[in-house]
C-alpha cells in the first residue's frame, strides 16, 4: 500500500475540480481519464454514497457521489456531475464532481495540514492543503475517499 503522505518532491501536479465552492486536487498519476455523466445503475442496498455503476468501455466502474462522500448537500442544479476516473490499487473508481479545473503545479514548500476551519468528513478526506494566490486546494485522499469503511 502506498504511503499516505504527499510524495516529497519541490513540485507537485494535482488535476483539479470543484464540489460547490470547495476546490479540491487529486495527484495527475492517479487520475486515469475525465469523461462526461455517463448513465448510472443503481445498486440495490449499497451505501448512500455509491451512486451506482457506469459502462466505462466495457468495463464496470463504481461511481462514488462525492457531494454524498463528503457530507455536502446534494446538487439540485440542472447541470449533470461530471466523472474523475481514479486508479486506485487495481480498481478503478469514478467519482462524481461538479466542475472539472485544470491540473496546476504546486510548490511542496505551500503544503499544509487540515485547516481547522474545516470539520466533519471534509476534514477527514482530505491530506491537507496548499494556499494558492486567490483559493485553498484541498488535497483528497483517494484511498480514504473509496474505503466506505472510513468515517
Same mark, same amino acid.
Given at each position: 500500500m502506498e504511503n499516505p503522505t504527499i510524495k516529497a518532491t519541490q513540485e507537485n501536479q494535482f488535476c483539479t475540480f470543484?464540489?460547490? @465552492?470547495? &476546490? &479540491? /486536487?487529486? #495527484?495527475?498519476? @492517479?487520475?486515469?481519464?475525465?469523461?462526461?455523466? !455517463?448513465?448510472? *445503475?443503481?445498486? $440495490?442496498? =449499497?451505501? $448512500? %454514497?455509491?451512486?451506482?455503476?457506469?459502462?466505462?468501455? =466495457? !468495463?464496470?466502474v463504481t461511481a462514488i457521489d462525492l457531494r454524498r462522500r463528503l457530507n455536502l448537500i446534494d446538487n439540485k442544479m440542472e447541470k449533470l456531475p461530471l466523472n474523475v476516473v481514479v486508479r &486506485? #490499487? +487495481? #480498481? *478503478?473508481?469514478?467519482?462524481?464532481?461538479? %466542475?472539472? /479545473?485544470?491540473?496546476? +503545479?504546486?510548490?511542496? +514548500?505551500? &503544503? %499544509?495540514?487540515?485547516? %481547522? *476551519?474545516?470539520? /466533519? @468528513?471534509?476534514?477527514?478526506?482530505?491530506?491537507?492543503?496548499?494556499?494558492? #494566490?486567490k483559493q485553498l486546494l484541498l488535497i483528497l485522499d483517494v484511498e480514504k475517499v473509496v474505503d466506505m469503511s472510513v468515517a
Open positions: 470543484y464540489l460547490e @465552492k470547495l &476546490f &479540491f /486536487g487529486i #495527484e495527475v498519476e @492517479k487520475v486515469q481519464e475525465i469523461i462526461r455523466y !455517463q448513465k448510472i *445503475t443503481h445498486v $440495490p442496498l =449499497s451505501s $448512500p %454514497e455509491v451512486a451506482g455503476l457506469i459502462n466505462l468501455r =466495457s !468495463q464496470i &486506485f #490499487e +487495481d #480498481e *478503478t473508481i469514478s467519482l462524481l464532481v461538479d %466542475e472539472v /479545473g485544470d491540473v496546476i +503545479d504546486v510548490s511542496q +514548500d505551500n &503544503f %499544509e495540514p487540515p485547516p %481547522e *476551519t474545516l470539520r /466533519g @468528513k471534509v476534514r477527514e478526506l482530505i491530506r491537507g492543503a496548499y494556499k494558492l #494566490e
